[in-house]
């Protein structure tokens, strides 16, 4: 078997820590930050789906609340 020269050596480490990369990014098939990322996203966009909804309601109620006053002050 021959000896590695200095520039494979070099190769070979580089691809040794882009791997660590990918696995710290991807995760080992447990998860990794992308997947912690999307659960941050949905749980964000499910809030905010719950606050739109909450204003929507609110916005209702102040228009009944609104169009029950005119009526009483009219009469």
């Known amino acids: 078997m021959r000896m590695m020269n200095e520039f494979e ?4 480490s ?3 820590v ?4 990918m696995t710290g990014l991807m995760g080992d098939g447990n998860g ?3 997947a912690d990322l999307e659960r ?6 499910q809030n905010w789906q719950r606050a ?5 309601a609110v916005s ?3 228009a009944v ?5 005119e009526t009483l002050l009219r009469h």
């Not at 050596?9 to 070979?12: E, F, G, I, R, T």
């Not at 739109?52 to 929507?56: C, Q």
């Not at 609340?65 to 006053?69: L, N, P, R, S, T």
């Open 18 to 21: 882009l791997k660590t990369q």
């Open 52 to 56: 739109k909804g909450f204003l929507a």
């Open 32 to 34: 990794g930050r992308i």
């Open 40 to 45: 941050r996203m949905d749980r964000h966009e």
């Open 9 to 12: 050596a070099q190769v070979l």
């Open 65 to 69: 609340i609104e169009v029950a006053m």
């Open 60 to 62: 209702v109620l102040f």
């Open 14 to 16: 580089d691809l040794s």
